[in-house]
C-alpha cells in the first residue's frame, strides 16, 4: 500500500514537472543561440535528470523537488515572455546567462552526501537546500527585475507619439537606479499602523515570541524574513501583528501596514506607503508606478523595515507586492494556509484562547465594570462563558460590550446566553454559539443602528470616511462591532461582522441596506458634469471613497447570480458611471473594465419604467473607451456610435452631451489611423459644442476643441494649422487653471 501510494505520488509530481518542460526547452535553446560560441546544452538536461532520479529514490522528495523546478520554470516562461516583447539583445543576454548560471551552479544533489536512512538526517539535509533554492529565486527575481523595468521602458517608448514622455522619463530614471546610484531620499522613520487602543492589546505573548524569534534569527542575515499568522476569522490575527508592530516602533525605521484583502485596498496602501516616504515621482493616483517605486525603494534601501500584509486572501496577489530584498521583514495575516508555501517562508496558527485566557481576556476589556475581587460565582461565569464561546477573540469582545452596555453581571449574561442558545436546534459548537453572539449583539440595536450597520456591511470593511454619516452611533462602538479612528476621523468593522450582519437581515433589509449605501455614496462620490467635464479637481475625494464604491459594485455583481438577489436602482448605475469617469482619468482600466460591464448588467435589469436613456448613452460611451485603452478601436467605435445614435434620438437633445461623444469618436478613429474620419468628427463635435452655447461651457469646451482639433491636424501632417490650434488651446487652458488638461 506505502509503495502504491509512493508510485501516485511521484506519477503526480513528475506529471506537474512536465508543464514546465516547454519553457525549460525553449529558454536553453535561446541560451544556446545567444553565445558566440557553440555550446552543449545537455549538461543542463543531464543534471535535470540526475535530479529527478535521485528524488525519486527518497519518500517525498519528488514532490519537494518538482515543486521547486515548477515555480523555476514559471521564471523562465515569465524570461521567455519578456524576450519576446522587449527588443534589448545584449541585456537579454546577460539576464539568460546569469538565469543559466544561478539556476546551475546551486543544483547540486546534495542530500545524497549522507546516509538517508534516518528521517530526522534527510530533514536536516533539506534545510541547505532549501535555502540555496530560496537564493537562486532571489538571484533570479534580481535578473528578471531589470528586464521588466527594460519591458516596462520598451512599452512606455511605444506611446510616446501620444505625449508620454513624463512616463517614458521616469521609467528610464528608474531604470539607472543601480545599487550604486541609489540614492536614498525617504523621509523617516515612517509608521503607517491603523487605529488601535493598546490597553485592549492582551496576552498572545508567545506567538509575539515566536516571531521575534524567527525574525531575529542569524541563520541567513542577507535574506527577507516572512512569517504568517494564519487561523479562523475573528479569533485575533490582526490583532496579534498590530501589537507586534507597536513594540517595534523604537527598534525600525519604517513600518508599513498594507490593507490586502482587495486588488483596489493593496494598490491603494502602496500609494500611501509612497506619498508618506515621500519617494521622489510619486503620483496620487498611479498606482501602478508608486508600487514599483516602492518595491525599489525597499530592494535599495539600507534602512530596516516591517511590512504588514493584512487579511491576505489571494497568494497570486499578494506575489505581485512581494518585496525581492536582501533584508527586512514581512509579517501576514490570513486565513488561508497555502501562503506558507509561496512566498512566505513560514507561519503559526493562531487559535482560540483556552478557558482560561479566554475568561481573563473578558475580564481583561470589563477592567472598568468590575471590582478587583469577584466573586466565586462571578469568576466561574467568565470561565463558562469563555467555555461557550470556545475561546473566540471577536465573540468575547462582542460579549463585553453588551454586558457593559446594558450594565449586567457576568452571571446574569451567561444566563441569557444561554436561553437564547437553547432556542437554536441541533448540536452546539462553535458555530452555533457565535451564531447566539451576533442574534444578542443584532438584536440589541434600535432601528437607527441597524440601519447604519446595514451600510457598514455593504462597504469595504477599513478606512470608512467619518464623513460619510451624518452622526457616529456610540452604541456601535461601545458594543465593538465598529472602531473610529479619532486622529484620521475614519470608521471600520471587522469583515465576520459584516458578514454576520447580512446573514442577519433578511431580504428586505438587505435589498433598504443596498438603497441606503448606494444614496449615501452617490451624494458623496464627487460627479462629472458637462461644464467641468472631468473630476481631476477632486480625484482625493474620489480616492476616499473608491473602494467602498467597488465593494458594493462587488456585493451587486455576486448577488445578482442568485435567484433573489439584490435589484439595482438608477442611482447605482449612476454611481458606478461617476466611479467609470474616475478610474479614466487615472487610466485604471481594469478596474474600470469590471464597473463598466457591472454598470451595464445593473442598467439591464432595470424596469423599463425607470431606464434612462442618456445614462445607456454614458455606459456605452466608458465600454468604449475602456476598449479604446486597451488597443480595441473598433469595437471602441462601435459603441461610441451606439451612444450617439441614442443621444441623437433623444427629445430635446443633449447638445453637450453629444459633442463630447462626438469628440470621443474622432479621439479613437484618430488612434485607429483613419486620420481624415477622426477630423470629420472634431469639427461635427465644435460645430455641436457652439450649438450648445454657455459662456462657462464654451471656455473650457474651446480649449479641448482646439487641443483634440489639433492633434487631429497634426496627424494629417498640417503641421501650422495644428500649431496654431495647439497654442490657442494652451493660453485658454492657462486661463482657467485647468492643470490636468495643461500637462
Not at 483 to 496: A, G, M, Q
Amino acid at each position: 500500500m506505502q509503495k502504491r501510494d509512493f508510485a501516485r505520488s511521484t506519477h503526480q509530481a513528475l506529471a506537474l514537472l512536465s508543464l514546465s518542460l516547454p519553457h525549460y526547452t525553449e529558454f536553453t535553446q535561446f541560451f544556446a543561440e545567444s553565445l558566440s560560441f557553440q555550446v552543449d546544452t545537455s549538461v543542463t538536461w543531464g543534471m535535470l535528470q540526475l535530479i529527478i532520479e535521485l528524488s525519486t529514490q527518497q519518500q517525498g522528495a519528488i514532490t519537494r523537488v518538482a515543486r521547486m523546478l515548477k515555480v523555476i520554470g514559471h521564471k523562465v516562461e515569465l524570461f521567455n515572455t519578456y524576450r519576446e516583447q522587449v527588443p534589448m539583445v545584449r541585456q537579454m543576454k546577460e539576464a539568460c546567462f546569469d538565469v543559466h548560471a544561478y539556476s546551475c551552479e546551486r543544483n547540486e544533489p546534495e542530500w545524497n552526501k549522507s546516509p538517508i536512512d534516518a528521517e530526522a538526517a534527510i530533514e536536516a539535509l533539506w534545510k541547505p537546500l532549501a535555502r540555496k533554492y530560496k537564493l537562486t529565486i532571489l538571484d533570479i527575481d534580481g535578473a528578471f527585475e531589470r528586464i521588466e523595468k527594460l519591458s516596462q521602458l520598451a512599452s512606455a517608448q511605444q506611446v510616446k507619439q501620444n505625449a508620454h514622455i513624463d512616463e517614458v522619463t521616469k521609467l528610464q530614471r528608474f531604470l539607472s537606479l543601480s545599487s550604486e546610484t541609489f540614492s536614498d531620499q525617504a523621509k523617516l522613520p515612517c509608521v503607517i499602523l491603523p487605529p488601535a487602543k493598546t490597553a485592549r492589546f492582551y496576552d498572545r505573548d508567545n506567538i509575539i515570541a515566536r516571531i521575534d524569534s524567527h525574525f531575529e534569527t542569524d541563520s541567513n542575515p542577507a535574506e527577507l524574513r516572512s512569517l504568517a499568522l494564519w487561523g479562523l476569522g475573528g479569533v485575533g490575527k490582526s490583532h496579534i501583528a498590530l501589537k507586534y508592530a507597536h513594540g517595534k516602533v523604537k527598534e525600525l525605521d519604517a513600518i508599513l501596514w498594507i490593507y490586502s484583502d482587495t486588488p483596489v485596498a493593496i494598490a491603494q496602501s502602496f500609494t500611501v506607503i509612497a506619498t508618506r516616504l515621500q519617494l521622489p515621482d510619486t503620483k496620487p493616483q498611479g498606482h501602478a508606478e508608486n508600487r514599483i517605486l516602492v518595491l525599489n525603494w525597499l530592494q535599495q534601501t539600507s534602512s530596516k523595515w516591517l511590512l504588514v500584509f493584512d487579511n491576505v486572501e489571494d497568494s497570486e496577489l499578494l506575489l505581485e507586492y512581494w518585496p525581492v530584498s536582501s533584508h527586512g521583514h514581512a509579517l501576514v495575516t490570513t486565513r488561508n494556509h497555502s501562503l506558507l508555501f509561496e512566498p512566505v517562508q513560514t507561519g503559526v496558527e493562531v487559535f482560540c484562547f483556552d478557558r482560561e485566557a479566554g475568561s481573563q481576556f473578558l475580564l481583561h476589556l470589563l477592567k472598568m465594570d468590575v471590582i478587583k475581587d469577584l466573586s466565586a460565582g462571578e469568576t466561574k461565569s467568565a470561565i463558562d462563558l469563555s467555555e461557550k464561546l470556545s475561546g473566540h477573540a471577536l465573540a468575547i469582545s462582542q460579549m463585553a460590550g453588551l454586558i457593559h452596555r446594558r450594565s449586567w453581571s457576568i452571571t446574569e449574561f451567561l444566563s441569557i446566553y444561554e436561553d437564547n442558545l437553547k432556542k437554536k436546534q441541533g448540536p452546539h459548537g462553535l458555530s452555533e454559539a457565535l451564531d447566539a453572539v451576533w442574534q444578542l449583539s443584532f438584536e440589541s440595536l434600535d432601528t437607527k443602528c441597524s440601519a447604519l450597520l446595514g451600510v457598514l456591511s455593504y462597504v469595504s470593511p477599513d478606512s470608512i470616511p467619518q464623513a460619510f454619516f451624518s452622526e457616529v452611533l456610540e452604541d456601535l462602538l461601545v458594543l465593538a462591532l465598529v472602531k473610529r479612528d479619532k486622529e484620521t476621523r475614519t470608521l471600520s468593522v471587522h469583515r465576520l461582522v459584516q458578514m454576520q450582519f447580512k446573514y442577519f437581515m433578511g431580504p428586505t433589509d438587505q435589498q433598504q441596506a443596498f438603497y441606503n449605501t448606494t444614496l449615501l455614496l452617490a451624494n458623496a462620490f464627487p460627479k462629472d458634469d458637462s461644464i467641468k467635464g472631468q473630476l481631476y479637481d477632486r480625484w482625493e475625494q474620489c480616492r476616499l471613497y473608491l473602494q467602498h464604491v467597488l465593494s458594493l459594485k462587488n456585493i451587486c455583481k455576486g448577488d445578482q447570480l442568485a435567484t433573489e438577489g439584490i435589484k439595482p436602482n438608477p442611482e447605482f448605475c449612476e454611481l458606478l458611471n461617476s466611479c467609470a469617469r474616475y478610474l479614466i482619468e487615472t487610466a485604471s482600466y481594469e478596474e474600470l473594465t469590471d464597473v463598466v460591464k457591472t454598470s451595464l448588467s445593473a442598467f439591464n435589469s432595470l424596469e423599463s419604467s425607470r431606464k434612462d436613456q442618456s445614462q445607456l448613452a454614458i455606459i456605452y460611451n466608458q465600454n468604449a473607451l475602456s476598449y479604446a485603452h486597451k488597443g480595441d478601436f473598433e469595437l471602441g467605435e462601435k459603441f461610441l456610435r451606439y451612444a450617439n445614435d441614442i443621444i441623437a434620438m433623444a427629445t430635446p437633445i443633449n447638445l453637450e452631451q453629444l459633442s463630447w461623444n462626438e469628440s470621443n469618436l474622432g479621439n479613437v478613429t484618430a488612434a485607429a489611423k483613419k486620420y481624415e474620419q477622426a477630423l470629420e468628427w472634431q469639427v461635427k463635435a465644435e460645430n455641436t459644442r457652439r450649438r450648445a452655447g454657455g459662456h462657462d461651457n464654451m471656455i473650457r469646451a474651446s480649449a479641448v476643441m482646439n487641443q483634440n482639433m489639433g492633434r487631429s491636424l497634426y496627424l494629417l501632417g498640417r503641421f501650422e494649422e495644428a500649431h496654431a490650434r495647439l497654442k490657442t488651446a494652451l493660453q485658454q487652458l492657462s486661463e482657467s487653471q485647468n492643470w490636468a488638461m495643461i500637462a
